[in-house]
């Protein structure tokens, strides 16, 4: 229980720094929503209009992953021993979906405006998407060194850089009408930004199933992990190895190991522990140790077993 609440104090503080960038975030996502909501109004550009869209489906999504991480920073009770870790993924889950739908959302709209040619103040257009632009430089730059700390910040993280691609986006859409004249680049630079969305969203979504399957965590080998424990002097063989992340960055390893002499347990364990730590940053293990020569005594009475039975079947087909 000690080792459990050492991993959670850990989490807890890099959590905690990443839930204050998430609300600044939020805070500052919320107000380029509103400018753009205001200049796309003003300008009549649908292109500001659908970036603010965007910008209102990213204050819900920053809101749910504070939310998210709020809760998975709570410790475990007697009936949720993990805590409440798995909030975090399924939120990163929903943001996922939410960028996807969003994206596809935003291909439909473009797709329309291409029949529809609107006139566009491309002034007013630059000045809000300037704004936005610089807004999204400060989110993501609040979110972008929290970002590895946890799937769902980067879920965040990601929403905050699709919004960037739209401010720039934004910003040339309105500099090529006010040189060409031509109304479709704003739904041009709308596709464009979709595919980027679709991007990243579709890899959140991807990570966060991993997780909920309990999949072998992305970043870790499990190939390379077993030769490493088969080569740990005493262990004869292993089974039953697993590998999974109870949530981003938090690993957990179960495993039977065979030794060939059951004094040597504690130290093992010890020696296994600190590699899976130290090289693979997995914090949960669990290791069952079983002895090689009772093995080898159960495995040559089965065999001895399973002769004695042949044989019987063989006299009675003989009879």
């Known amino acids: 229980m000690e080792h459990n609440q050492h991993i959670y104090q850990e989490k ?72 409440f870790y798995r909030i975090e993924i399924l939120a990163a889950l929903l943001n996922g ?8 959302f935003i291909c439909y709209e473009a797709i329309m405006r291409f029949g529809i040619p609107k006139d566009i103040h491309t002034d007013e257009m ?17 979110l972008h060194r929290s970002k590895e700390s946890s799937i769902n910040v980067k879920a965040a993280y990601l929403h905050v850089l699709s919004d960037l691609m739209g401010s720039v986006g934004v910003l040339v859409a309105a500099g090529l009408i006010a040189l060409t004249g031509w109304q479709a ?22 990570e966060s199933i991993d997780v909920l399957l309990e999949s072998v965590p992305r970043d870790l080998d499990i190939v390379c992990i077993e030769k490493e424990l088969r080569a740990h002097e005493h262990v004869v063989d292993l089974h039953d190895l697993h590998i999974w992340a109870i949530t981003s960055g938090v690993n957990a390893l179960s495993c039977h190991i065979v030794v060939d002499e059951y004094d040597c347990s504690q130290s093992l364990i010890l020696s296994i522990n600190k590699l899976l730590k130290e090289r693979f940053n997995i914090d949960h293990v669990t290791i069952q140790l079983e002895d090689g020569h009772v093995h080898k005594h159960i495995a040559h009475h ?5 002769e004695r039975k042949n044989d019987d079947h063989h006299h009675a087909h003989h009879h």
């Open 302 to 306: 089965h065999t001895a077993l399973s």
């Open 12 to 83: 807890l503080k890099k959590s905690t720094t990443a839930s204050k960038r998430l609300f600044l975030s939020t805070l500052v996502t919320t107000g380029i929503f509103l400018v753009e909501l205001v200049g796309g109004w003003i300008s009549g550009s649908l292109a500001l209009l659908a970036d603010a869209g965007h910008m209102f489906t990213d204050v819900l999504a920053l809101l749910v992953s504070s939310l998210a991480i709020w809760l998975a920073s709570k410790p475990a009770t007697k009936s949720r021993t993990y805590g």
């Open 97 to 104: 979906t939410f960028l996807c739908l969003i994206a596809a």
């Open 126 to 142: 630059m000045l809000f998407g300037g704004i936005g632009l610089l807004a999204n430089v400060i989110s993501a730059g609040l």
């Open 185 to 206: 680049f704003d739904s041009i630079v709308s596709l464009f930004i979709a595919g980027l969305i679709v991007r990243g969203g579709w890899n959140v979504v991807t």
